[in-house]
């Protein structure tokens, strides 16, 4: 059956094929496995947003609201870890890129299914041991786990250490993965040039995860020896040196902020030829930024230690090496922009969540620069000027990129169609909420208020309403989210094969697809988003 001339839903797909629960606990399909991931990470997104919540709740008023002062250090503890380690670096990677990078190259199935398989429940370990951490009585060091405190702290730091070091290995086995699968599974006629740039960023990203994360399992556990037995190579009291902590810690966790965008641009590239029905503008430069961004990524930690006493020329060099990764990054934002340019423009809720992302990653970026000048970091250092930064930079590009790939790609991974009205409320929802929350706390942090404080002077409080307000805001389109999204899993309409009339190579696939992603052996033939082809990509 051709899934294109009528009905997208062919008898069998990979959702029910087999339905039992042990099916799905014990499957090696890369399709299982990236809704799986999916569901974990909204879970993690959603209880890193409750923290927040709490959060932004207490600061509500100049003086203690809701909670005491240790349980606000645990609480942006428990945020930020959350946030970071369970949802941001793993949120696109391990969901979308398992979901239909192997379609993408016109694969089976990733390299090393069985391994794909250890991958998630090595998560769900790390988690566990990392909300055990939580419930016993959480951590109160922020998710950097600076030394020396996080050495001496009476609060349960081993199991969150232990939690994020085991969730390391689930990230080293993705990006292998990856990385043998697109060498060794693309599809006759899919040559190097002809590899989707999502593939590309995902590939990138790979290479990153392989490489960074074991420095950061490293010092995980070099904490926690010195937690435990006291070996004195963090703690100045024992003769150890904080610094060195910092280096190795900022030496993963810079390249760590490229694990979380580059596949958001990925993903931003995949929309934006969509819904402008256009082929890319600058194929080429777009995949040559993506290594650019990801090797400039290993050379620019410093510039998250201005302050801690390393050399001027030091803070010097590292400053100019971040300053280069905003060319490389505007070169994608160019290649975008010219892309939309002259195409023809379907404004639909991923093309919204796109033009909430670039405007996020732009005024971030922006801001970026500025701390980059270590004049300018000397003032904004530790103050909200800081976290209003990381979240336009992080939070913001990732969250729009995710919302986007989770609406561009519903109809390809559930075959059902959610309500557009509602979507489109919830992106606008969202997308002002984001900027009402985090653009007052860059004029907190410009007036001096420091980060992760429990209390503020009172004239700055018509601010922090602001922001409370704005995350207000936030919640509501989320909640929005999940309940047209639920509700489209059984009652939305059925979708067609190519809903979005994308030239994306994914939609050569049914929606949902086969067991084995295609019924026949695909060859692709034509360009990525080749849009001068006239007829619709046949579906396999």
């Not at 093309?351 to 300018?376: K, R």
Request: proline share 6%; charged share 10%.
């Amino acid at each position: 059956m051709n899934p294109s001339a009528g009905s997208s839903q062919p008898v069998i797909t990979y959702l029910n094929h087999e339905t039992t629960v042990r099916s799905w606990l014990l499957t090696r399909d890369h399709k299982r496995i990236g809704v799986m991931f999916l569901v974990l990470v909204i879970l993690a997104l959603l209880l890193g947003g409750v923290f927040a919540m709490v959060l932004r709740i207490e600061l509500l008023t100049p003086g203690p609201t809701i909670i005491s002062a240790m349980t606000y250090n645990r609480m942006f503890t428990l945020h930020g870890v959350t946030m970071v380690w369970l949802f941001m670096i793993p949120a696109i990677p391990s969901a979308f890129g398992n979901f239909v990078l192997p379609i993408m190259l016109g694969a089976k199935d990733v390299a090393f299914p069985r391994l794909n398989l250890a991958s998630v429940y090595i998560y769900v370990a790390g988690a566990g041991l990392t909300l055990f951490g939580m419930l016993w009585s959480g951590a109160d060091t922020g998710w950097t786990f600076y030394t020396p405190y996080s050495t001496t702290s009476p609060t349960a730091v081993a199991p969150i250490l232990l939690g994020v070091f085991v969730i390391g290995f689930s990230t080293i086995i993705t990006g292998l993965n990856f990385i043998t699968t697109v060498h060794t599974l693309r599809a006759p006629g899919m040559h190097w040039s002809r590899i989707p740039l999502f593939v590309w960023t995902i590939y990138g990203t790979a290479i990153i995860q392989v490489v960074a994360t074991p420095v950061l399992g490293m010092v995980l556990l070099l904490v926690l020896f010195e937690r435990v037995f006291g070996v004195g190579l963090f703690d100045p009291a024992r003769g150890g040196d904080p610094v060195l902590f910092q280096h190795m810690f900022w030496f993963y966790s810079h390249p760590a902020v490229y694990i979380m965008v580059l596949p958001a641009m990925g993903v931003i590239t995949e929309v934006v030829c969509a819904f402008s029905r256009k082929n890319i503008f600058g194929y080429k430069m777009i995949a040559a930024s993506t290594f650019g961004i990801a090797f400039v990524g290993f050379f620019s930690w410093g510039h998250h230690m201005f302050v801690s006493g390393q050399s001027t020329f030091g803070s010097g060099v590292f400053g100019v090496l971040s300053m280069l990764v905003a060319i490389f990054t505007a070169i994608k934002i160019f290649n975008w922009v010219a892309t939309m340019y002259g195409g023809s423009i379907d404004l639909r809720v991923p093309l919204l969540y796109v033009l909430g992302f670039i405007f996020l990653l732009m005024f971030g970026g922006m801001t970026g620069v500025a701390v980059a000048t270590t004049s300018l970091d000397v003032h904004w250092h530790d103050t909200y000027f800081i976290v209003a930064h990381f979240h336009y930079i992080m939070v913001g590009s990732v969250l729009m990129a995710f919302l986007a790939a989770l609406h561009y790609w519903w109809p390809k991974m559930f075959g059902r169609v959610y309500p557009e009205r509602w979507s489109f409320l919830a992106a606008s929802t969202i997308i002002f909420g984001f900027i009402v929350t985090f653009l007052p706390q860059f004029l907190l942090g410009n007036l001096g208020m420091p980060r992760r404080y429990y209390q503020y002077p009172a004239e700055l409080q018509w601010l922090n309403v602001l922001s409370t307000a704005g995350a207000s805001l936030l919640a509501f389109g989320f909640v929005l989210i999940g309940v047209y999204l639920l509700w489209s899993l059984r009652y939305g309409p059925v979708s067609t094969a190519n809903p979005w009339g994308s030239k994306g190579y994914e939609w050569h696939s049914g929606s949902p697809p086969a067991p084995h992603n295609f019924t026949e052996a695909p060859r692709f033939e034509r360009e990525v988003h080749d849009y001068t082809v006239p007829e619709a990509p046949r579906v396999y």
